[in-house]
């Protein structure tokens, strides 16, 4: 089914560690910003994940377009009119933001810690706002190449949204439940965010579906994607799998009953629910 579409696989994992960065970036930031010195180790972690995703989604996007010239001047010479243009300007300038970030924590990873000011703040507040703009861009990317009705729901940016900082966390939370042991308050409190972050999901997903019922065309969208070839990824692997169990998981440690490894489960079941959004998002929109 898959072998007669535009768009490969390398363009979902490209949307996926996009919203990853992204995602990661806001939890660096934002921990760096209001968390005090309880959240310095995880705040320091997510900056150092923020970097990697991206620039490997840009190199796969690069590889996908072939034309590597071509992408550099997009990124230097941006066209307001082109949502491809302006989502290639945004993760032009949040990538270097995100290794420049990592670097200052990273300098003051043994000093006293002190409330971020001067340059360092002014990173982080930037980097919030491009995080939430290479976010949304490849759900507004999706939308402009095609208007069907997969892609054209006005909520896609949304959940794109929602997913990339719950993906983010979840990632944060995986590596610092290994390399960590100072960090519980801040996992705990992060958890908390992301259990709102995926209940948000879940009823915009209602939404979109509620969506597609009631529009034009909609009917397209849900024999491709709700009831189609693409169901049971839809709903086993995103919805059941990398939405519901997290959330059980999640809700069971914030009542400190999920022990040993089940905080690694819902993080890892996170990360693999918010790739599979991208994939029959991207490909179930293709058949449409």
Known sequence: MENFIAWPIWIAIYLFLGGVSAGAFMVAALSDLFGGEKYRS????????????????????????????????????????????????????????????????????NAPYRKPEGLQSLLAWAGIVLAIGVAVYTALLLQSVSTNAV??????????????????IALTILVTHFTTADSHEAVLTWTRYDAYLIAGKLVVVALMILGWALSTGGEVALQNLVFGGYAPLFWVGFVLLGLIVPLLIEWKELQGTAGGALPVVAAVLTLAGGYLLRHVILFAGQLA
Do not use: C, E, H
């Open 42 to 109: 995880m705040a320091r972690i997510a900056a150092y994940l923020a970097p990697g995703p991206i620039v490997v989604g840009l190199l796969l996007l690069i590889f996908d377009l072939g034309l590597p010239m071509a992408f550099w001047k997009l990124m230097i010479y941006p066209n307001l009119s082109s949502v491809m243009s302006i989502g290639v300007f945004l993760l032009g300038v949040f990538s270097p933001i995100t290794f420049i970030y990592a670097f200052m924590l990273a300098t003051q990873k």
């Open 151 to 168: 892609w054209g729901t006005a909520i896609l940016p949304v959940i794109f949204l929602l997913s990339a900082f719950s993906t983010g």
